[in-house]
């Protein structure tokens, strides 16, 4: 992908990192609306257009200026509210509501895993299509992979630190959820020091080549 232009990279990495974004959240408020919260129902953000979820710095700002650097791709979007008090068991579905995000970047991955997988079916006579498409699945997978890696980070509020939150006995888990506040600054700190790809870059790793396996690319 490295003899991409600018805008052909743009263009092929923005479906991949709008739909992994948005869709995480939508799964989030899904299934909080099963559960007995109706809050993100109720504001419109039960829906895949991704104008309702676009946050202007983690949805569009920061992934092109990483995707221009050439670093470690992700991005965010606005978080879909979620009231813990309307949930039927509130610390036992926060653990399900938090989980939705991750999984779905995990059904997401698989699906760009086949779709990268038709392209190479398609082979160097339908280049045209072909191409397009092994290279939007490629994106598909790494960005998936980092979202959901990243989001299972066991620190608030990441997802992973909601499913840990819900976890834990309820001392302990109050305790825990009182060092949210210092979640963003640790994660930021992360980042700055250069040990998120580190961190994330094993899992994410290994779930790409486990998906070319599955697809036998």
């Known amino acids: 992908m490295d003899e991409l232009t600018l805008l052909g990279r743009i263009a092929i990495w923005a479906l991949p990192v709008i739909f992994a974004i948005t869709v995480h959240e939508v799964a989030h408020g899904w299934v909080a609306s099963k559960l007995g919260d109706n809050t993100a129902r109720n504001l419109g953000r039960l829906t895949l257009n991704p ?4 946050d202007l710095l983690g949805t569009v700002i ?14 965010w979007a606005k978080p ?21 995000g991750p999984l ?15 392209g190479f079916l398609l082979g160097a006579s339908n280049e045209f299509i072909s191409t397009p498409l092994i290279y939007m699945g490629y994106a598909g997978i790494f960005i998936n992979a980092v979202l959901m890696m990243l989001n299972l980070l066991p620190i ?3 997802d992973g630190g909601r499913v840990l939150a819900g976890l834990l006995p309820q001392k302990i888990s109050y305790e825990f959820s009182k060092l949210e506040r210092f979640g963003f600054p640790i994660l ?11 961190i994330l870059g094993p899992p994410v790793y290994f779930l790409q080549t486990s998906i070319f396996k599955i697809f036998g690319i």
């Open 51 to 54: 104008i309702s979820h676009m």
């Open 188 to 198: 930021v700190a992360i980042i700055a020091f250069g040990w998120l790809s580190k």
């Open 80 to 100: 879909v509210p979620v009231n813990w008090n309307n949930l039927k068991n509130p610390k036992r579905d926060m653990v399900y509501v938090a989980i939705a």
């Open 62 to 75: 920061v992934p092109v200026v990483l995707l221009f650097l050439g670093g470690f791709m992700f991005g």
């Open 104 to 118: 779905t970047n995990l059904l997401m991955a698989v699906a760009w895993g086949a779709i990268m997988k038709i």
């Open 156 to 158: 608030l509020p990441l």
